[in-house]
């Protein structure tokens, strides 16, 4: 049996940092692990502008400067890159993007169908009909569009929200724009897994590490469990089981994105609780029981280090990180600023942990 496990750093490519006194507690679980991350925009209000996006790259920095003044990186954590995106809205001028490329900063840009998820009332309304402009020039200077894919429809059931995009939304999208980078992200279903692998052209998706390791049935073990819900929310086993065999079969379209997504305490534990679930203290960890318990460890570097790099176009990080098989209890909770937040699987063992 693999005790240990040394590979090249790796990324995450889709991480909530949030802003002011909690993301130093955040940025630093982050940084132990990862070389760089694709930051999501959905503050209050939302990243939509470079300058806000080079506003919130500061933010971030200092929050890491701070971490380590509080001692809470580890060595090498203080390189960690924040890539940053900005928020897609019907508004959003085609010369941003350009701005945005030349920014040299900003990687990506998020589309949030309106209404999806937390902090998406910007979001856009109608791709096809609000965006053409902006996709045409990110499709002609490769920008990669991030794409929440679910339908919003508040008739449609929500677990088939993201199978009723594929139709709606992916298949113009993609139909209208061949050859834009697109990235179907925290995909959770079969058909999402199966739509990727087929699809012709530059499309690729991040999985979780929750959506990896759970089905929905970890929504309502001995009661209703808010910190396993996100959003898209877990599926139904066989889904889980078609990730899980995308994520180790060595296809370069899927990589890791977390999807880290911190909620105070009490936000989550309420009568209408927030959607998301904070895996970025343990995330490696988390990645590794997943493909640990598939069989697949030696498919987790290629998932977790190249398939990302090599998809945006970046170098892929020349250091390494080494796990190791060693029983590691989740904490119950954690600082969040002024307040806490509750990891996933607080309390529990995992059988792998980040050494150095
Ligand atoms: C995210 C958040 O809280 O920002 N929540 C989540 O459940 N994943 C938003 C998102 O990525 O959908
Ligand atoms: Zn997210």
């Known amino acids: 049996m693999v005790q240990r496990l040394t590979i090249t750093r790796p990324d995450d490519w889709h991480l909530h940092l949030r802003d002011g006194p909690a993301l130093a507690h955040v940025v630093a679980h982050s940084a132990r692990q990862f070389g760089r991350a694709i930051v999501m925009p959905n503050l209050n209000p939302p990243v939509t502008r470079v300058a806000e996006a080079a506003a919130y790259r500061q933010r971030i920095q200092q929050g890491l400067h701070l971490a380590e003044q509080r001692g809470d990186l580890g060595k090498d ?3 960690f890159e924040p890539l940053m995106t900005l928020y897609l ?5 085609a010369d941003e993007i350009r701005r945005a490329v030349e920014s040299g900063f900003v990687y990506a840009v998020k589309l949030y169908p309106a209404g ?10 109608d791709l096809l009909g609000r965006c053409r402009a902006v996709l045409e020039v990110m499709q002609e200077l490769g920008m990669p569009l991030l794409v929440h894919g679910e339908v ?4 449609t ?12 939304v992916m298949l113009p999208l993609r139909r209208a724009f061949p050859a834009l980078k697109v990235v179907f992200e925290h995909i959770t279903t079969r058909e ?3 739509y990727v692998r087929d699809a012709d052209g530059p499309v690729a998706a991040t999985i979780t590490a929750h959506h990896l390791l759970y089905n929905r049935n970890a929504l309502f073990t001995g009661g209703l469990q ?16 078609a990730l899980v065999e995308a994520a180790t079969s060595g296809n370069p379209r899927f990589f890791l994105g977390t999807d880290s997504a911190p909620h105070a305490r009490g936000a989550k534990e309420q009568a209408c609780g927030c959607a998301g679930c904070y895996t970025a203290l343990h995330a490696m960890a988390l990645y590794a029981q997943a493909f640990d318990r598939a069989g697949k460890l030696e498919a987790l570097e290629a998932f977790a280090s190249w398939h990302g790099p090599d998809f945006y176009g970046l170098p892929r990080n020349t250091d390494t990180i080494t796990l190791e098989r060693a029983e590691m209890t989740v904490p119950n909770e954690l600082p969040f600023g002024d307040d806490t937040v509750v990891p996933l699987a607080a309390g529990e063992a995992l059988d792998w942990r980040v050494v150095g």
């Open 226 to 241: 808010p910190h396993w819900y996100c959003l898209p929310v877990l599926k139904r086993e066989s889904h889980r089981e």
């Open 77 to 79: 954590a203080a390189g």
């Open 152 to 155: 919003t429809d508040p008739d």
């Open 192 to 194: 999402g897994a199966h």
């Open 116 to 125: 999806a998820t937390t902090n998406s009332d910007a979001g856009v309304t």
């Open 89 to 93: 809205t019907d508004n959003t001028p």
């Open 157 to 168: 059931d929500l677990f088939d929200r993201e199978a009723l995009f594929i139709d709606r």
